[in-house]
């Protein structure tokens, strides 16, 4: 027998390079052979890890994106600044500034912020008919920041703002009476105190009642063109996370009462705490049952390889005897049955990766996804580790099964 301690260092080296192929060839010739019993526990594996890389990769994105879905459910992730009217002292009617705007934009966390002026209601003309609207002048953040979609038409461009366009968006109610529930009405023009505007947009669903009969101008034009609307007296910031909506709330109020000394009675600084709460939930709920699931199967497959060694012991009761008769130690045998299992494991995780990649593909277009190259490097180590403990977890049973069995004994099986 040869004794690798008295080999020279090249030669051990390639000794231990042929026993490790060795047990590799054999593992997967095990597996192959049996691979109708294998195929369930490796398939269950690869689902598991493919679902946890996806998870890790695709997780803080994934995340942003629901968020910003839930977003329809409310405005979770707004902060919303404006006046109170009882407080405001009486040398300031309460006004924000664009120097606000610009210091709001600044500030981290924060995705959009969308400045109001709002002015009394008026009447909007068309042809012969004439119905009461609210007046609200606006810049193309605002329908990001509070989640306004088109029903029909388009919203303002920065191009509507910047050269003063004569055009406007209108509330559903305000079509009806106009123009009726069916009728053509975009690029007709609204007359509204003496001054014409071409409809380019309908709002689509939004939360609050009273959109519907809004009529929304242009923020510069509104300034310049309607009476009374010069101050800006709303400013919303929307948050890009809702954990980051609390932190943002203190740096808003910091921000507006420093830029105003003296008027901070006068500033209502608010956010929606039972919406955060309630999507917060949610995203809890959607994210512990996604991960009890990977969880899950990933240890199914595991005790499906370990079943599988089991009866793999069983049936290799008398090649195990014949083994240890002719000179086998049991650490051998340990050896021989963890390399199996491990391979089973690793080949569950290398399917997994292939798996996971994909999924990582398709979902960074679904939800314009940016993963980062280390982030998705470091799932795919986490995927490695994890199929060679589960390999090595699953595999120890059955390996200290096959190892203490008497050789007699194990040649007598039938």
Not at 314 to 341: D, N, P
């Amino acid at each position: 027998m040869v004794n690798a301690e008295t080999l020279p260092e090249d030669n051990v080296a390639a000794v231990v390079l042929m026993l490790i192929d060795d047990l590799l060839r054999t593992s997967l010739r095990q597996i192959f052979r049996n691979r109708r019993r294998y195929r369930g526990a490796i398939l269950g594996m690869a689902l598991g890890i493919g679902g946890l890389i996806t998870v890790l990769t695709l997780g803080d994105s994934v995340e942003s994106s629901l968020g910003q879905n839930l977003e329809i459910l409310g405005s979770a992730t707004i902060v919303k600044a404006q006046w109170d009217s009882h407080k405001t002292a009486r040398t300031h009617d309460g006004e924000y500034s664009l120097k606000d705007v610009d210091d709001l934009s600044g500030l981290p966390g924060v995705l959009t912020v969308a400045p109001a002026v709002w002015g009394p209601k008026r009447h909007a003309t068309y042809q012969k008919k004439k119905t009461l609207v609210s007046i609200v002048g606006v810049g193309p953040s605002f329908f990001q920041a509070l989640y306004m979609p088109m029903a029909a038409g388009r919203a303002f461009t920065p191009e509507d703002v910047n050269k003063r366009r004569p055009v406007c968006i209108i509330g559903k109610k305000v079509r009806d009476e106009l123009f009726g529930p069916h009728a053509a009405f975009l690029n007709e023009s609204l007359v509204i105190d003496g001054r014409s505007f071409q409809i380019v947009g309908l709002l689509g669903g939004t939360e609050d009642p009273d959109h519907i009969e809004m009529v929304m101008l242009p923020i510069s034009v509104a300034i310049a063109r309607i009476e009374g609307m010069h101050r800006i007296r709303d400013i919303y910031v929307r948050a890009k996370d809702w954990d980051s909506v609390p932190t943002l709330h203190l740096q808003v109020s910091e921000t507006l009462k420093r830029n105003q000394p003296g008027l901070a009675d006068g500033m209502n600084i608010v956010f929606y705490k039972e919406r955060v709460r309630a999507v917060k939930t949610i995203a809890f709920l959607f994210k512990f049952f996604l991960w009890c699931a990977i969880v899950v199967t990933i240890f199914l497959g595991g005790l499906g390889i370990t079943n599988i060694m089991l009866v793999a012991v069983k049936e290799r009761t008398r090649e195990i005897g014949l083994r240890k008769s002719v000179g086998a130690t049991e650490s051998m045998i340990v050896v021989q049955f963890l390399c199996e299992a491990v391979t089973a494991g690793m080949i569950g995780a290398f399917a997994g990766i292939f798996a996971g990649g994909v999924a990582v593909q398709v979902l960074t277009q679904v939800f314009k996804a940016s993963p980062t190259l280390q982030t998705f490097l470091l799932s795919v180590f986490v995927a490695v580790v994890l199929g060679v403990g589960l390999g090595v977890a699953s595999g120890v049973l059955p390996a200290r099964v096959a190892s203490r069995m008497d050789p007699v004994e194990a040649m007598r099986f039938e």
